[in-house]
Nanobody, 124 residues
Framework: QVQLVESGGGLVQAGDSLRLSCAAS????????MGWFRQAPGKEREFVAT????????EYADYAKGRFTISRDNAKNTVYLQTNRLKPDDTAVYYCAARTSAVISSIKGAYIYWGQGTQVTVSS
């Protein structure tokens, strides 16, 4: 079992930045690829970014490239999502997720464990 707790969300203005954190406990964190997803009201949950177990590989959604950065600190059992130049369209609940594999994936169904989410609201 893995427990995931997100933090760092909030209400910001367009152009601002936020650093989201996801603290993991339970199963060996360093052996798991991690991902961030988001869900806006009335929309499906969508992929944001993923990182392999030892940070060697990352992948981003097209809208996240150049603005968002995923990273992890295995010593702290924490994965981060740095979000820059935020736009109103980035408003969503952001979820952290963990795989049982070390390999990255952009597919929602590849993730077994999910956090409760953290709300990000970007005003124009």
């Amino acid at each position: 079992q893995v427990q995931l707790v997100e933090s760092g969300g909030g209400l910001v203005q367009a152009g601002d930045s936020l650093r989201l954190s996801c603290a993991a406990s339970g199963r060996t964190f360093s052996g798991s690829a991690m991902g961030w997803f988001r869900q806006a009201p009335g929309k499906e949950r969508e992929f944001v970014a993923t990182i392999s177990s030892l940070s060697r590989f990352t992948e981003y959604a097209d809208y996240a490239k150049g603005r968002f950065t995923i990273s992890r600190d295995n010593a702290k059992n924490t994965v981060y999502l740095q979000t820059n130049r935020l736009k109103p369209d980035d408003t969503a609940v952001y979820y952290c997720a963990a795989r049982t594999s070390a390999v990255i994936s952009s597919i929602k169904g590849a993730y077994i464990y999910w956090g409760q989410g953290t709300q990000v609201t970007v005003s124009s």
